[in-house]
């Protein structure tokens, strides 16, 4: 199964959430993860975030982007293009959609027209129910 990985599963693994332990299962069954580069920007803003805001520790923070770092080495990365802003900036199937979760959707859509039967990692409910309805099989 190869996956395309959204921001809100893998800051569910990277924060220890409850979700976290089926993502990190997801990641470990797949045949290979396809990520926006926005996927790793969203992530380390987080921790940046948690880390200033006192809610994790400066350690915690450096863990935690070493181990994003180390995972992402493994993921065929995508662009934020031409392409993938077109069609972020086109309506979905249910709008509202933030610009970062069009700019994920736009992306996975890229992704699978290179890479069919494609699924989509995520645990953000709107970008789930509109790739669902974009034809993506959502995982977990």
């Known amino acids: 199964m190869?996956?395309?990985?959204?921001?809100?599963?893998i800051l569910a693994w990277l924060l220890g959430e409850e979700r976290g332990g089926k993502v990190a299962q997801a990641l470990a069954d797949s045949d290979g993860v396809i990520?926006?580069?926005?996927?790793?920007?969203?992530c380390e803003r987080v921790l940046i975030r948690a880390w200033s805001s006192g809610l994790i520790t400066e350690a915690e923070r450096s863990d935690q982007s070493s181990a994003l770092a180390h995972v992402a080495a493994h993921w065929t990365r995508l662009r934020v293009d031409e392409v993938v802003v077109e069609r972020a900036?086109?309506?979905?199937?249910?709008?509202?959609?933030?610009?970062?979760?069009?700019?994920?959707?736009?992306?996975?859509l890229v992704a699978r027209s290179v890479a069919p039967g494609l699924r989509?990692?995520?645990?953000?409910?709107?970008?789930?129910?509109?790739?669902?309805?974009?034809?993506?099989?959502?995982v977990p």
């Open 35 to 42: 990520a926006s580069d926005l996927t790793v920007v969203e």
């Open 89 to 108: 900036s086109r309506p979905f199937p249910i709008e509202p959609v933030r610009t970062l979760d069009a700019l994920h959707l736009a992306s996975a």
């Open 2 to 9: 190869l996956l395309y990985v959204e921001s809100s599963a």
């Open 120 to 138: 989509l990692l995520t645990l953000d409910q709107r970008v789930r129910e509109n790739g669902e309805r974009l034809g993506f099989v959502t």
